[in-house]
């Protein structure tokens, strides 16, 4: 039987009366269900105790209104806690992190409404507990893995332990990539979170429609977008430009099988015609835009590149650096991976009202280029299209965020900075 209709219920319930008094009792009784069942229901659908996820669910819409503006004390109060040090206590244990850090590093965005009939991975711990047998890994504390960007819980994979990581994904093809491309980067000497083999001597698992494997995980700290506008920010940007060209040396040997992409019909066929009804973008300049990258489209160099290597994807550890997450990994035009990296920082930072912040990404944009370049050597056709594949990445991106309910404020940005990234389309050419 299908329980996900009641506990759907009960997540709209809680999220309609978070300012009000909420018990498990109350829940189970609106649901139909014993107490004990309920627990159990719930747990198994959403993946945490049904107390815990009233509590996070305060909390991350807490922590929102302070980042808007609201008085601390007010909200907090009308949240359910009685004293500032309840809700400090509280926050940190959730959330590994003072509130003051958690707005800072730009991780209190505006809370989604959970689906169960769109998300992706419903994975509970005691399922993951049970799925590391294969490992011997059953006995491993596991805890949740939260997107550094946005606070968001990581819905594929869990810690296990103190020196594993375990990853869950539903495409066989994504996880075979994956583990072949961390393995032959390995093998080349680069920090990279190394997949381990069942206790059987397989890469990964199936259970049911789901695929799992492990990795050693990688100790140091992600880097944050706001913070790139802090201090030598031009050395910074040249740092990931390099370091995106070392990994891309690495990958252009890697013979493993990937997507083969073609970004070009992608933006022509799907992407463009999406966006240009959401932007209102000009019939002129669309037909110069197809015009001038399709020109130039077969005369770019293409490879496998990471096709997500955003700032939160990179681990700086003492004088070791490596990246996270090649699930997306794909044959594609290598100048995408630096362009993104610069666009990601972008959408965590991005205010048109700031020109100060506008004029120093352009700068941060320009110097992860020619740190790329400085590695790998750009040809002058790259040096051209860039701004195409700026705008291609955007307008991938501005499509594909207006299909996802639970990225309204992410789609919403991506609008707004696809459109002023038109209005400077001349400087984003490299000189």
């Known amino acids: 039987m299908d329980y996900r209709k009641s506990i759907q219920d009960s997540l709209d319930y809680i999220e309609d009366n978070l300012k009000t008094s909420i018990t498990a009792t109350e829940l189970s009784e609106r649901a139909g269900y014993s107490l004990f069942h309920y627990y159990r229901l719930f747990q198994s659908a959403v993946g945490m105790p049904v107390m815990q996820y009233v509590l996070r669910r305060r909390l991350v819409h807490a922590i929102y209104e302070i980042r808007c ?108 990539n994956a583990i072949a491309l961390c393995n032959a980067i390995k093998d080349a000497g680069l920090c990279i979170s190394s997949p381990i083999e069942t ?37 910074k940007a040249r740092f990931v430009g390099k370091i995106i060209g070392q990994l891309h040396l690495v990958l252009c040997q890697v013979k493993t099988p990937v997507n083969d992409v073609n970004l070009y019909e992608s933006v022509k066929n799907w992407a463009l015609p999406k966006a240009k009804d959401i932007l209102s973008l000009s019939e002129s300049f669309c037909r110069g835009y197809l015009n001038e990258f399709g020109k130039l489209y077969d005369k770019l160099p293409k490879q496998i590149i990471h096709r997500d290597p955003n700032p939160s994807n990179i681990i700086l550890s003492q004088d070791e650096w490596g990246f996270l997450d ?36 352009i700068e941060i944009y320009r110097n992860i280029l020619w740190g790329y370049d400085s590695v790998v050597t750009l040809t002058k056709e790259e040096a051209i299209a860039l701004p195409y594949v700026v705008m291609a990445n955007q307008l991938v991106c501005t499509a594909w965020f207006s299909k996802q309910d639970k990225y309204t404020e992410i789609f919403e940005t991506n609008k707004r900075m696809t459109l002023w990234l038109i209005t400077i389309f001349d400087e984003l050419k490299l000189n």
Request: proline letters at 2%; aromatic letters at 16%; hydrophobic letters at 35%.
């Open 199 to 235: 206790t059987d001597g397989r890469a990964y698992v199936q259970e049911g429609e789901l695929f799992f494997y492990v990795t050693r995980r990688i100790y140091g700290t992600q880097m944050i977008a706001h913070e790139f506008y802090e201090g030598d920010y031009i050395a």
């Open 326 to 361: 090649f699930e997306l990994s794909e044959k594609n035009l290598r100048i995408y991976d630096p362009c993104y990296a610069a666009t990601a920082i972008l959408s965590e930072s991005f205010d048109e009202k700031d020109q100060t912040k506008l004029s120093k990404w």
């Open 69 to 176: 503006g609201c008085k601390r004390m007010d909200v907090i109060l009308e949240y359910g806690f009685d004293t500032y040090a309840g809700f400090y206590k509280a926050f940190r244990r959730e959330f590994d992190c003072t509130p003051s850090a958690f707005i800072k590093k730009g991780r209190a965005k505006r809370p989604y409404k959970m689906d169960l009939y769109k998300e992706d991975y419903m994975v509970s711990h005691k399922k993951a507990l049970e799925v590391l047998k294969h490992w011997k890994l059953e006995n491993e504390t596991i805890s949740d893995v939260y997107h550094e960007s946005n606070g968001e819980k990581n819905n594929r994979a869990f810690y296990v332990g103190k020196d594993f990581v375990l990853k869950v994904s539903k495409n066989s093809a994504e996880v075979k």
